[in-house]
């Protein structure tokens, strides 16, 4: 399969690898430092249609395709690792309403979430549902007199909670049916009995904003439901597939940003009265990462590249998320390990790749899920 960019494409990778340069490395160890959430940043994000790039023309977006996508997220996430974590989930919550999503709900919601006015928050997790969906406790129920659906229920570790405009919720409307009772609405920051609680203190991607949803018979109009009762699961799906796309650009970014450092330290830190990238050890260690980026970003490509042509990706999808996520978890540890006591400093870049690629193994579907999605393939 031929991964070389086309014009287009090209295009945008040179813009994105330009904006990630000059607006996004500058800030983001100082916004990783003090946990601030880059809302400015964000905005010009929105303002150079990297918010909207999987969105259609029609509404407000660049049109761009997933293989452009991805390589976006990745260079993003090769500057801050935080803030593709913020686009991704942000794109990965409009594909719901773009593939499922009623003509008014596409023309109400895309548009202002392409332009990064709204951001988008995708909401499946529980404190007791994470890759179990079908023990979601959040439960809404159809209140005919009103036409509203009341919700009642909490959410848990929302990516970008609190700041987003417009979320994608999944809750219970039929218990009996199991993951076929889950149904899926569109809600509105501010609505009445809806709230966030308080902001997680994680260990990595600290610039991104991640907190509990609170439902406390929250009426949700009939017009806000996201297909039909009993597609929520299906809908979770499609949002996770794209998700786990999203999260392997990430991974991939993380890696070469890691390899990046490790190569740039190599070549200024001395030994010995040389540089220690002549040592053959520090080499084979270079190689190597080389390697595992390549493997990372060409696994990535192919997820993105049959979903471009309409082809089942899904399992290629779980294969990237879970190659590419580990990858960067080594990767930036091999980075760490080059640069030896100073690696372990927060002067230096290689400790925050490390807490910021650990967080890649665990959403989106844990390597352990992935492992048991792709066994379960492979036994078919």
């Known amino acids: ?49 990297l918010m909207g790039m999987i969105i259609p023309k029609e509404f407000g977006g660049q049109g761009a395709d997933t293989v452009a996508y991805s390589m976006g997220i990745a260079e993003v996430s090769r500057a801050c690792a935080a803030t593709g974590t913020i686009m991704a989930v942000h794109s990965m919550s409009m594909t719901p309403i773009l593939k499922f999503g009623t003509e008014e709900q596409k023309k109400k ?27 979601v406790s959040t439960v809404a129920v159809y209140d005919e007199k009103t036409e509203e659906y009341v919700l009642n229920g909490t959410k848990m570790f929302i990516t970008n909670a609190g700041e987003a405009g417009v979320y994608t919720v999944v809750a219970m409307t039929d218990k009996s049916k199991g993951v076929k009772g889950l149904t899926a609405f569109i809600i509105e920051a501010g609505t009445e009995g809806f709230s966030t609680g308080k902001l997680e203190e994680k260990m990595g991607i600290k610039a991104s904003a991640t907190a509990e949803l609170i439902f406390e018979n929250c009426r949700i109009p009939k017009a806000n439901l996201l297909g039909k009762e009993g597609q929520g699961f299906k ?20 890696a070469q940003a890691a390899l990046d450092a490790a190569v740039g330290y190599s070549k200024e830190r001395k030994q010995f009265g040389k540089p220690i990238c002549k040592n053959q050890a520090i080499q084979f260690l270079l190689a190597d990462m080389r390697c595992k980026v390549e493997i990372a970003k060409l696994l990535t490509l192919q997820a993105s590249s049959l979903k471009d042509q309409k082809k089942p990706f899904s399992i290629e999808g779980s294969i990237a998320k879970y190659q590419s996520s580990e990858i960067a978890v080594e990767v930036a540890n091999n980075a760490l390990q080059i ?23 665990i959403y989106e579907g844990t390597s ?4 048991m999605v792709i066994g379960r393939d492979v036994l078919k």
């Open 339 to 361: 640069a030896g006591g100073y690696g372990f400093m927060k002067e230096y870049i290689f400790e925050r790749l490390v807490r910021d690629a650990r967080i890649t193994t």
């Open 368 to 371: 352990q899920i992935m492992q």
């Open 235 to 254: 809908i979770a799906m499609v949002g996770l597939d794209d998700g786990r796309i999203g999260i392997a650009s990430q991974s991939w970014g993380i």
């Open 1 to 49: 399969m031929n991964f070389l960019y086309n014009e287009k494409q090209e295009l945008f990778k040179d813009m994105i690898e330009s904006f990630a340069k000059n607006e996004i490395e500058p800030i983001a160890e100082h916004n990783d430092k003090i946990g601030k959430f880059p809302r400015e940043l964000i905005n010009k994000m929105g303002k150079s249609g």
């Open 109 to 135: 919601y895309l548009p202002k979430m392409a332009s990064g006015e709204h951001i988008g928050a995708f909401a499946l997790t529980e404190p007791s549902a994470g890759s179990d969906a079908a023990a």
